[in-house]
Nanobody, 125 residues
Framework: QVQLVESGGDLVQPGGSLRLSCALS????????IGWFRQAPGKEREGVSL????????VYADSVKGRFTISKDNTKDTVFLQMNSLKPEDTAVYYCAIRTNYGSHWWSAAEYGYWGQGTQVTVSA
């Protein structure tokens, strides 16, 4: 069994920055692909970014490219999401998840089998 716990969400002004953390615990051996998702009120959950814990390769949604950076610290079983130049439309609950199904759509929530409880990010003046 594995657990994921997100932290770092907060209220921030437009143009500001936040760093989210996703801490893994339990049986983490063999876990490779970790994704960040977000869900705004009334909208579907959308993929933000994905990282491989083994080789560090990353992918990003077009909406966050150049502003968000995903990274990892395998010694601490933690994945981070550095968010810069935040916009009001980035407001959402952010989740991390473990990819368990290897289809062709990394951004699809259906391909992830384990989820954290989420952390709220609010971008507002």
């Amino acid at each position: 069994q594995v657990q994921l716990v997100e932290s770092g969400g907060d209220l921030v002004q437009p143009g500001g920055s936040l760093r989210l953390s996703c801490a893994l615990s339990g049986v983490t051996l063999g876990i490779d692909l970790i994704g960040w998702f977000r869900q705004a009120p009334g909208k579907e959950r959308e993929g933000v970014s994905l990282i491989s814990r083994s080789d560090g390769s990353t992918v990003y949604a077009d909406s966050v490219k150049g502003r968000f950076t995903i990274s990892k610290d395998n010694t601490k079983d933690t994945v981070f999401l550095q968010m810069n130049s935040l916009k009001p439309e980035d407001t959402a609950v952010y989740y991390c998840a473990i990819r368990t199904n290897y289809g062709s759509h990394w951004w699809s929530a259906a391909e992830y089998g384990y989820w954290g409880q989420g952390t709220q990010v609010t971008v507002s003046a």
